[in-house]
């Protein structure tokens, strides 16, 4: 069974960057030709869609968030990563990974991440 | 950027019936949309893609429908579990993907 699971730091200051990596287990991040995805989610609000990583290795981001976000993978690791720079207080959200580029389908638990100094 | 509508924001709805639950798209989506559960404290499941096709091990209390920018999510027979928060998402003209702002379905 295909599971995800988000890790990285949960406290970042203003103006720096948020990394955040997702372990893919149960399947090979390469097979399959899955496309990896990234989302967010304030806390008590919506689900704002940040970017995707195809099996191609193109990257897709959202135009809002363009300037500031790579999302890479690393096949040896079996793990694909994202990283958000110049954070603000508006970027303290759950930020989920999952498998997908246009349905997402499953989901990691979720990583909260809290931009304060 | 297409603009995903959800209404009602809240529908309170006893256990055993039904609700019917209704995402609105700014401009056609043909059928491309998904349907997702939040319950509190999770993360989001994929319910039903494509507009009206359920995602494995989803029951069939769960259905679909809607082409272009009206789409609806009916849930028949209520269950407890049901009681959570449902997104709409489409994925037409990409990018960006865009999410409804939710609906709760509270008992």
């Known amino acids: 069974q295909l599971q995800l699971q988000e890790s990285g730091s949960g406290l970042v200051k203003p103006s720096q960057t948020l990394s955040i990596t997702c372990a893919v287990s149960?399947?090979?991040?390469?097979?399959?030709?899955?496309?990896w995805s990234w989302i967010r989610q304030p806390p008590g609000k919506g689900l704002e869609w940040i970017g995707c990583?195809?099996?191609?290795?193109?990257?897709y981001y959202n135009p809002s968030l363009k300037s500031r976000v790579t999302i890479s993978v690393d096949r040896s690791k079996n793990q694909f990563s994202l990283k958000l720079r110049s954070l603000a207080a508006a970027d303290t959200a759950v930020y989920y990974c999952?498998?997908?580029?246009?349905?997402?389908?499953?989901w990691g638990q979720g990583i909260l991440v809290t931009v304060s100094s | 950027e297409i603009v995903m509508t959800q209404s009602p924001a809240t529908l309170s709805v006893s256990p055993g019936e039904s609700a019917t639950l209704s995402c609105r798209a700014s401009?056609?989506?043909?059928?491309?949309l998904a349907w997702y559960q939040q319950r509190p404290g999770q993360a989001p499941r994929l319910l039903i893609y494509?507009?009206?096709a359920r995602a494995t091990g989803i029951p069939a209390r769960f259905s679909g429908s809607g082409s272009g920018t009206d789409f609806t999510l009916t849930i028949s027979s209520l269950q407890s579990d049901d009681f959570a928060v449902y997104f709409c998402?489409?994925?037409?003209?990409?990018?960006?993907?865009?999410f409804g702002q939710g609906t709760k379905v509270e008992i």
């Open positions: 149960g399947a090979s991040i390469s097979s399959g030709g899955h496309s």
């Open positions: 999952a498998r997908g580029v246009r349905r997402f389908d499953p």
């Open positions: 401009q056609s989506i043909s059928s491309n």
């Open positions: 998402q489409h994925y037409n003209n990409w990018p960006p993907w865009t």
């Open positions: 494509d507009a009206s």
């Open positions: 990583i195809q099996h191609s290795g193109s990257t």
